[in-house]
């Protein structure tokens, strides 16, 4: 068939609109026609050519909700008509990390899908020429349709509206599954979330529903006080105004240092400012941002051997198969909020302008609806 899709056609260009080619599933596969997608920093981060896992041609985006058109032979658990999120950490539920509780990250198909490929090692894109197009994260959620393994697709309630519950199969799960599944945060705790974006807003709602007491948010952005205060900051701090060491002023607002940090922005100088503004003895550091090629974490060792933890988390720690339905019921019971998040919305042709609207640093998330 042919679908409409944004092709990332080079590191650093804008994405163009084209039909292309797709073949149908596969054994084991399900073709999808995508509803709505998020637009992450981390298909920015891959445009811009700072990852190293970066390939071109690739139809990026990660962050969809659709509906099953078709099934391959072998696909048992999905059938047309049932609404789904895409899994860019799929859950085959029997490999070796399937099987460990300590991890979400299934491995079934990681090679193949950071080579941007499906398990067979063949693409289904292709441009009207016959050139190759590849994947991305396994799910390409910037054409209207795509195919995914069985195993990277959540089954989700068909009541819940694509273009909110998009944002589930990123941003939510990451920030809030970084509080819940990975920090495992307490009721009580002392918090700082360094970026106040797409997923350090869901940082604070899963700190706010952890029942952290003291919940404070960094970032250079004024302009994002609002919303954060509204998803649960108590605290702001912008280290532009900051005057003397930055880590001193945050061990000093936590009364000692915060039982958990979040670093939401990517920034490796910014990820040692968290773990150093953990509490002495017990505090831990979680990593959710993703940062360029060539970059490298440091600190000193003492920092660790006084008793701070430096952690890290992919999807917030969660099972998509799992955790994603419950993450829409959760939507659904108005347990967790997502509309105010998304501040944009665009027809694919405008895709651009989402990217746009993130480096200016206008959005929070902005979301194409096919
Ligand atoms: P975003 O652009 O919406 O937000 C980033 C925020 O960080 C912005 O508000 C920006 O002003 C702020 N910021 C930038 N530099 C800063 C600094 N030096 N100090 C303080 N604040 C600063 O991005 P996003 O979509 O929220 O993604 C955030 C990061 O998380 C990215 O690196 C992304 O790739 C990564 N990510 C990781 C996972 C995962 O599974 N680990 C999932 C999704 C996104
Ligand atoms: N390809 C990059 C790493 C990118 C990365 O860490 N991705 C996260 C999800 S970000 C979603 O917005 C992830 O899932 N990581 C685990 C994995 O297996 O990729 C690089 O640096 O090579
Ligand atoms: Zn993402
Ligand atoms: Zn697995």
Redesign the pocket.
């Given at each position: 068939m042919r679908t409409r899709a944004a092709v990332a056609i080079e590191a650093g260009k804008p994405l163009e609109i084209m039909e292309v080619n797709l073949e149908g599933p596969k054994a084991g596969e399900v073709l999808v026609e995508i509803k709505a997608t998020g637009i992450?920093?981390?298909d920015?981060?891959t445009l811009s050519g700072a990852d190293p896992e970066g390939l071109f041609p690739a139809i990026l985006g990660h962050e969809g909700a659709g509906v099953v058109l078709e099934v391959g032979p072998g696909v048992t658990s999905l059938k047309p008509g049932d609404h789904v999120i895409p899994l860019y950490t799929p859950e085959c539920r029997e490999c070796e990390y399937c099987l460990n509780p300590k991890t979400n990250l299934c491995q079934k198909i990681r090679t193949t899908q950071g080579a941007g490929l499906m398990p067979d090692g063949t693409s289904r894109f292709s441009m009207l020429d016959g050139t190759p197009i590849l994947h991305y994260m396994g799910c390409s959620t910037f054409a209207n349709h795509t195919v995914l393994p069985e195993i990277a697709l959540a089954k989700v309630r068909p009541d819940a509206p694509f273009d909110k519950i998009c944002y589930i199969g990123?941003?939510v799960t990451?920030g809030i599954g970084a509080v819940i599944n990975t920090a495992k945060v307490e009721i009580g705790s002392r918090a700082i979330v360094?970026?106040?974006?797409?997923?350090?807003?869901n940082v604070l709602q899963g700190l706010r529903l952890a029942g952290a007491d003291q919940i404070v948010g960094?970032?250079?952005?004024p302009s994002?006080v609002e919303m954060a205060t509204r998803f649960g900051m108590t605290d702001f701090v912008n280290?532009a105004e900051v005057k003397g060491d930055l880590v001193a002023h945050l061990v000093e607002l936590t009364k000692g240092g915060a039982d958990y940090t979040f670093d939401?922005?990517?920034?490796v100088?910014?990820m040692r400012t968290a773990l150093e503004a953990a509490h002495k003895g017990w505090g831990e550091s979680i990593?959710?941002?993703?940062?360029p090629a060539g970059a490298e974490i440091s600190t000193r060792p003492f920092q660790l051997v006084t008793g701070r933890s430096w952690r890290?988390?992919?999807?917030?720690g969660a099972r998509g198969r799992t955790d994603v339905p419950k993450i829409v019921d959760w939507y659904m019971d108005g347990k967790i909020e997502i509309d105010p998040m998304i501040t944009h919305t665009m027809p694919l042709e405008d895709i651009n302008k989402g990217f746009d609207l993130?480096h200016a640093?206008e959005?929070?998330?902005s979301v194409v609806v096919y």
């Open positions: 992450c920093h981390t920015e981060f990123c941003g990451t360094f970026g106040l974006g797409g997923i350090g807003l960094v970032d250079l952005n994002k280290p939401a922005t990517g920034n100088n910014v990593i959710i941002g993703v940062a890290g988390t992919a999807f917030g993130m640093g959005s929070i998330r």
